[in-house]
């Protein structure tokens, strides 16, 4: 049975669902919400996500919702190629790690998200120039996390994914490339290069 994915475009934490299921070789049916229309809001849509969110998974008849746990769902139940390190003290890195470049930073990429979607002429650019500077000193935790590693955890995994949208939206919002954090910016592109990234791009 087909793998049937309520998605939504643009939606970063769709994007983070997609590159696991092109990593991972998996067929999959794309239902497309229409967030602007609140189709997110429809009773049929609720009883699948009481959230009102995408993305939202059916596979063989079972529902999940939230983006990082139906890529761990994924991952446990279609194992080749492995997303998630073996070793249990890794594993956790990965999801300390995936809080910290989702939910720690997202006051300010919301913030400067919420400005950045205005018209030109209605950004307010102090606030702009705050949030990219913050974010920049927010992502020093993982600049010196990966180091010479050429993927977040040495061999990729679940927290590569997890991230990469969201950078390519920093990216576009003007966070990034910058000086002091070359070596993410070095993975950034990595991460572009790999077929799974460029089908969402």
């Known amino acids: 049975m087909v793998i049937k994915l309520y998605d939504a475009v643009p939606s970063t934490n769709c994007d983070r669902v997609k590159v696991v299921l092109h990593e991972k ?24 996500n009481p959230y009102g969110k995408v993305p939202v998974i059916v596979d063989d008849g079972k529902v999940l919702f939230e983006s990082c746990i139906i890529n761990e769902y994924l991952d446990e139940k279609y194992p080749s190629p492995p ?4 070793d249990p003290y890794k594993r956790g890195r990965v999801r300390v790690l995936i809080d910290y470049g989702l939910n720690f930073i997202h006051s300010t990429y919301w913030a400067l998200r919420g400005e950045m979607i205005k018209k030109e002429a209605e950004r307010d650019h102090a606030v702009i120039d705050e949030t990219r500077r913050t974010l920049r000193e927010l992502l ?5 996390e990966i180091g010479d590693k050429p993927y ?27 000086p002091s954090l070359a070596r993410l910016g070095a993975w950034h592109q990595r991460m572009k290069e790999r077929p799974s990234v460029k089908a969402i791009l």
């Open 25 to 48: 070789g998996l067929t999959y049916e794309s239902v497309r919400i229409d967030l602007g229309k609140g189709d997110q809001r429809k009773p049929e849509f609720l009883k699948l």
């Open 83 to 86: 997303l998630m390190p073996k």
């Open 140 to 144: 020093q935790h993982l600049e010196a």
């Open 152 to 178: 977040l955890m040495g061999d990729f995994s679940l927290l590569d994914i997890a991230l990469v949208p969201r950078f390519i939206r920093m990216e576009s919002y003007g966070v990034l490339p910058t």
